[in-house]
T-cell receptor, first 112, second 112 residues
Framework: QQQVKQSPQSLIVQKGGISIINCAYE??????FPWYQQFPGKGPALLIA?????SEKKEGRFTISFNKSAKQFSLHIMDSQPGDSATYFC???????????FGQGTELSVKP | SAVISQKPSRDICQRGTSLTIQCQVD?????MFWYRQQPGQSLTLIAT?????????ESGFVIDKFPISRPNLTFSTLTVSNMSPEDSSIYLC?????????FGEGSWLTVV
């Protein structure tokens, strides 16, 4: 019940395209859903996050869509760029600032 | 925000030895956590480092193997004891500031 399932495992997108990564969770008590971006040799960095009281949050080219009834959330990267090539992790926690349960990760490659 | 520094950044360790990883945060944080990330894999929470008291360990992790200290609100250590090749991994320190979890760059340990 504590798991967060993420797909796809890897994703190849052409420059300018839309990258979509999906996550699903079971525990309805989760109330904070962040996405982290990790470059090789670096620690994860917070990209964008959402709480379950909103269905969508947008920051620049990055959008989180949240479907509370389906217990799913997704990250959309618009106008994907080669610099976006990284591993993306979704996560969930019982409260903002609390311990995070991570998805399996998606390795994104944006081809020029 | 919070900047998290870890030492060592990388080390090669002999089987059966122990290594202590240090984590320093540039500001006081309420919560600190230690994660393990095996190469190409997701992050798994080891424990929550509690200031002035024993750490809270997740299932599958025990204090004898991963003793943790947190003497104040800006510093913590994780020791990996009696190392085996299965302990080869990236160990990440994280801290909560402004309800956001920040990560260090990680400590890459290889056990030979």
């Amino acid at each position: 019940q504590q798991q967060v399932k993420q797909s796809p495992q890897s994703l190849i997108v052409q420059k300018g395209g839309i990258s979509i990564i999906n996550c699903a969770y079971e525990n309805t008590a989760f109330d904070y859903f962040p996405w982290y971006q990790q470059f090789p040799g670096k620690g994860p960095a917070l990209l964008i996050a959402i709480r379950p009281d909103v269905s969508e949050k947008k920051e620049g080219r990055f959008t989180i869509s949240f479907n509370k009834s389906a217990k799913q959330f997704s990250l959309h990267i618009m106008d994907s760029q080669p610099g976006d090539s990284a591993t993306y992790f979704c996560a969930a926690s019982l409260n903002q600032g609390g311990k995070l349960i991570f998805g399996q990760g998606t390795e994104l490659s944006v081809k020029p | 925000s919070a900047v998290i520094s870890q030492k060592p950044s990388r080390d090669i360790c002999q089987r059966g030895t122990s290594l202590t990883i240090q984590c320093q945060v540039d500001s006081q944080v309420t919560m600190m956590f230690w994660y393990r990330q095996q190469p190409g894999q997701s992050l798994t929470l080891i424990a929550t480092a509690n200031q002035g008291s024993e750490a809270t360990y997740e299932s599958g992790f025990v204090i004898d193997k991963f003793p943790i200290s947190r003497p104040n609100l800006t510093f913590s250590t994780l020791t990996v004891s009696n190392m085996s090749p299965e302990d080869s991994s990236i160990y990440l320190c994280s801290g909560e500031a402004g309800h956001t979890i920040y990560f260090g760059e990680g400590s890459w340990l290889t056990v030979v």
